[in-house]
């Protein structure tokens, strides 16, 4: 089978110089070279590959550690650097789930260095507990690590991105052995949550046999929230939007913008997320397969440390505002001036044609008559 390479993806010169400026202009650290280069895998390179189902934390301190309890004695001789210890396969775990899409558990990519910055382990312990993950069935490395080509590099480069290597990418997702158990360990009650009996690992039933529907036909979908809806068509038809907003009809963006809607953002707002999720060293692929999802994803990670009336794009409107301002006070003036300089103009035109002008003019005239009558004479 062949390996998988990717494809190398650089952000538009003009989108670079734009996310700098504003940058600076924001007085924001500018960042970093690495977050303009990306690798795209291919279309199917998560076909067959589950996703995690309960999140990071669940991942890491519930999923790993059930199967490390299940299955790590029958896996430890197939592990070509030594063993691991629990505690430390579930650090790494964890270090491993904060680099990974928060709602699939795809698109892990950190270095052995970052991992070994954030975990305070060796090179070598970071790879055996990739390792242990990968033979636990809780991650699949979808795209190995490997050096850049000669074109990635120069490409790479005019970025500003001097890295030589991509890392691999992982996906975290559950183990379906483990996940058995941990769902026999914790039914839901079928009646009082004060029950001494024991429930069955079977699936509960709750349509009894001779059970009549007490419904007819399907049930009725709930209407579109219409700020959302809005807020959607005014962000698919704002030509600085991501061209990926308009692969969904507005009707299915309503749902996840109801609450920026309600909040009072705008379609600044939303593109201007993305540009911040971009600038802190993020990657978004050019056609992401669940946009939808994607967008909850920045969503969550704003409101993580901010919420939802802190709107991204707040200070750029706060100072296009001002712009607006200053150049209405600018234009006010003007006029002020102009109207002025119109008083001024009429008093003088007023001026030129009243009686002291008259009889300066006879004054001149009665002078120049005079000159010339005394000089005729002495001639």
């Not at 911040?276 to 946009?291: C, E, K, S, V, Y």
């Not at 296009?320 to 103009?345: D, N, P, T, Y």
């Not at 006879?362 to 009558?373: D, H, K, M």
């Amino acid at each position: 089978m062949l390996r998988r390479r990717g494809i190398i993806r650089t952000t538009g010169t003009s989108e670079v110089l734009a996310i700098r400026r504003g940058r600076r202009v924001l007085g924001r650290p500018l960042p970093a070279p690495s977050a303009f280069v990306g690798l795209e895998l291919d279309s199917d390179a998560y076909r067959a590959v589950p996703c995690w189902s309960g999140g990071p934390n669940q991942w890491a301190h519930v999923t790993v550690a059930m199967a490390y309890d299940l299955r790590y004695a029958t896996i430890r001789d197939q592990m070509c650097n030594g063993g691991i210890a629990r505690n430390s396969l579930i650090v790494i775990a964890a270090a491993m789930a904060r680099f990974a899409d928060r709602t699939t558990g795809r698109n892990c990519r950190p270095s052995n260095e970052q991992l070994t910055a954030a975990t305070g382990f060796s090179e070598r312990t970071v790879q055996r507990g990739r390792e242990c993950l990968r033979l636990l069935g809780v991650a699949t490395e979808v795209l190995r690590g490997r050096q850049r080509t000669y074109v990635e590099r120069m490409a790479s480069w005019r970025m500003g991105d001097r890295h030589r290597g991509w890392a691999s990418v992982w996906v975290l997702h559950d183990n379906p052995q483990a996940s058995r158990v941990i769902h026999s360990l914790s039914p839901h009650l079928e009646r009082s949550p004060v029950t001494t009996t024991s429930p069955s690992s079977k699936s509960l039933i709750t349509t009894r046999t001779g059970a009549r529907a007490r419904h007819r036909g399907a049930p009725r979908r709930p209407a579109p929230d219409e700020k959302g809806r809005r807020l959607a068509a005014l962000w698919r038809a704002d030509p600085h939007a991501p061209p990926w907003t308009r692969k969904y009809t507005t009707g299915s963006w309503a749902g996840m913008l109801a609450g920026p809607a309600t909040a009072g953002w705008t379609p600044n707002d939303l593109t201007m997320l993305v540009r911040d999720w971009l600038a802190t060293g993020h990657w978004i692929p050019d056609n992401p397969t669940r946009p939808i999802a994607l967008l909850g994803t920045l969503l969550a990670w704003h409101t993580s440390h901010n919420t939802l009336a802190d709107r991204p794009a707040a200070l750029d409107d706060a100072r296009e505002a001002e712009i607006a301002a200053q150049a209405a006070r600018q234009r006010i003036a003007a006029q002020e001036a102009h109207r002025e300089h119109l008083i001024a103009r009429a008093i003088g035109k007023a001026a030129a044609t009243g009686p002291g002008r008259n009889a300066a003019f006879a004054a001149l005239a009665a002078t120049r008559s005079f000159t010339s009558e005394k000089r005729w004479r002495s001639t």
